[in-house]
């Protein structure tokens, strides 16, 4: 545990609420004991609003923890963690040309590079987002872009998605995924939920690196509640695209659910996996698949209906045995 944090914690609830120090310090760990909830959990979450039968719904990050020990097998979660592995098991899904650098193959690169404008390069592992930079290739020119992006560790390099017109209406500066959660179970695949993740003026729309989320209909695709960012503003419409979040319709959701449906089968072994899916200029592809997904982005405060969280959803869909 990071007590500096739960101190932190304990200090930003009291300003909120005005209640002792004590009190706040005992409810927290009531709630690790008894929910299962981390001190992060019960300030993103806001359980000191909660009472017990709300309390409860919550799926906290020992009960998400464990449905991850449960249905993700760790020899097989490689295939997720080490992005190369999962361009390569998900070849069918990406719809992109990529190229891993290992310090010889520079021919291939330049080869790779031919009739392309830009470039994503990412560090093989890592999450958030972190490190990945889109590279102009008319600003290297003159200079040794291989070698850059060896000293930089940038690896792996894709041919850069084109967003599809709608969704670049919502937000420009980033590819806008949607984070597609799915249980396979019995041979069968399921969709649990689903998230529209929303970039604002960055590169990547995690929600972690300053993107916003909102929660979308599984059923018709569009999104239910206005967004809201890491920091807990609300936004009803998008700040520098001025679009309206809520109502929002994803397109080709369709798709995207088939999508979904047909990569949860290919590594049965990691049942539970929270997909980003883009929707591109030529229909819905994979940018990447999480075999240990964040529950941070599920049950925000201003996303819930009386309060209540995503444990009873989660619940339902996971043991129903049809």
Partial sequence: MDYKRFFCTVNEVKQKTGKSKIFIFFDIVYCGLKYQAGYLDYLLFEMYKLNKNQRKTILTRGINNAYIK???????????????????????????????????????????????????????????????????????????????????????????????????????????????????????????????????????DNFNAGGMVAPVDIKTGKITYPAVNKKNLVFEKHPETNIPIEGFQIPEWENVKNLVLKAAKIVPQVGLVGWDVAISDHGPLLIEGNEFPGHDIYQLPPHRKDGIGMLPTFEKIINNKK
């Fill in 70 to 204: 449960k249905y993700n097998n760790p020899n097989y979660t490689y295939l997720f963690k080490e992005k190369q592995e999962f361009n390569k098991m998900f070849k069918d899904y990406i719809k992109r040309d990529w190229i891993l650098l290992n310090g010889s193959n520079q021919e291939a690169f330049d080869k790779f590079l031919k009739n392309k404008k830009e470039v994503f390069a990412k560090p093989l592992n890592g999450t958030h987002g972190d490190n990945m930079q889109k590279i102009k290739l008319s600003e290297w020119k003159n200079k040794n872009l291989y070698q850059y992006l060896m000293e930089q560790q940038l690896f792996l390099i894709e041919e850069l998605v084109i967003q599809d017109k709608i969704m670049n209406s919502l937000n420009p500066s980033s590819i806008n995924t949607i984070r597609v959660i799915s249980i396979f179970k019995n041979g069968k695949a399921k969709i649990i939920a689903a998230y529209s993740r929303i970039g604002c003026g960055k590169i990547v």
